[in-house]
């Protein structure tokens, strides 16, 4: 028997991250979940740095973001090492002292935004796949390090997908991609832990639609199928960010070097009863 899924009560505020300040990359419009996380973040009581490329900031809505939220832009290439010195040095200069949080939200494929099957990768492609998706946490981290722009229990956190672990058609090259984020995650997760007992984590979100996500060959059989497949339905993006916003809280101190996956339990579900009966309504129905 199916049980029904209930929409849950989003939780009421209970100001967990009052007197933090943060920087949140990779809001590009409501559909973002970065967007989520940095209304969520405000709404527990933190103070906001926004920052993304110049040309996602040209295609994306971020200054409603900033005007709601009351939080400045400073825009951010986040592969340049230099762009990044400048945002961690104004951010600390906004805030009056150092930060507490950071949220990597950042991927792009061109190979996929091409529709390039994983036998006929453009390599130059690739490299900034990995470069853009995943090598920038690193840099961002880097960065950080050498400014000592964390405080003490700060937090990071990235969003990834269980394409990390698992082979998912048309994920093509944003799969490796991902796990060399998680992979970053874990070794920096290490260093930072002993250098200024912050923690560094990924997050293995549910498929989502958001513009990044929609744009993936199949991505609705994508969703649906992980949709019958997860107990408890896909996660929302609001729900991601509530995820994003304990793990940014001091309740979760002592939670490090995870990839921790916010997903319904998809990845702990072999086959659901949704799907049994879709396969066998299909099966009946071809032989009719």
Known sequence: MLYGKLTPTPPMSSNLLAGKVGIISGALNEQSIAWKVAQKAHAEGARIVLTNAPLAMRMGEIKKLSAEIDAPIIPADA?????????????????????????????????????????????????QTLDVSAL?????????????????????????????QRAFLDYTDMSQAKAVLESIARSYGQRLGHLKK???????????????????????????YADKMAPLGNAPAEACADYCVSLFSDLTRFVTMQNLMHDGGFSSTGISEAIVEAITNAGETAAQ
């Open 79 to 127: 592969t340049s090492m230099e762009e990044l010195n400048t945002l961690f040095s104004e951010a600390q200069s906004h805030f009056g002292g150092k930060i507490d949080f950071l949220l990597h939200s950042i991927g792009m494929s061109a190979n996929i935004r091409k529709g390039k099957s994983y036998g006929d990768l453009d390599y130059k492609f690739f490299q």
């Open 136 to 164: 920038s946490l690193h840099k961002m981290l880097a960065v950080a390090e050498k400014q000592d722009a964390f405080n003490e229990w700060g937090s990071v956190v990235a969003l990834s997908y269980i394409a990390a």
């Open 198 to 224: 912050v923690r560094v984590n990924t997050i293995s979100q549910s498929p989502t639609k958001t513009t990044a996500g929609t744009g993936i060959t199949g991505f609705n059989a994508f969703y649906e």
